[in-house]
């Protein structure tokens, strides 16, 4: 699909395109395509990218199985793991507040 997109032109500060889960943890980076790997870059470059850190709640386990493993999961994240996110949500929030959309 970025391979279409960076045909098209269809990026860059006009556009906005959203990455469900982390280029380097799905398959559609690593597929063949027509595009050079220059020109994936740069169309990726300007995404918002999703990333989920591994956790969930399964039906089997109790409530203090859950966060002893919860924490167990956490603590394994880097440190700067949130870090872009935190960021770029607070930018967003303020636009929205000073757009009075919020």
């Known amino acids: 699909m970025f391979c279409q997109v960076a045909r098209e032109q269809v990026y860059g500060s006009r556009y906005q395109w959203i990455i469900l889960g982390y280029p380097s943890l799905s ?4 597929e063949p395509t027509d595009c050079s ?3 994936i870059i740069r169309v990726v470059n300007g995404t918002l990218q999703t990333r989920v850190p591994p956790l969930s709640i ?3 386990e109790n409530q203090s199985e859950y966060i002893t493993e919860y924490i167990k999961q956490f603590s394994k994240l880097e ?6 996110y935190v960021y770029d949500t607070i930018w967003s ?4 507040y000073q757009s009075h959309l919020l």
């Open 58 to 60: 399964d039906d089997n």
């Open 93 to 96: 929030l303020a636009y929205l």
């Open 37 to 39: 790997m220059q020109e």
């Open 27 to 30: 398959t559609w980076w690593n």
């Open 79 to 84: 440190k700067d793991y949130f870090d872009a």
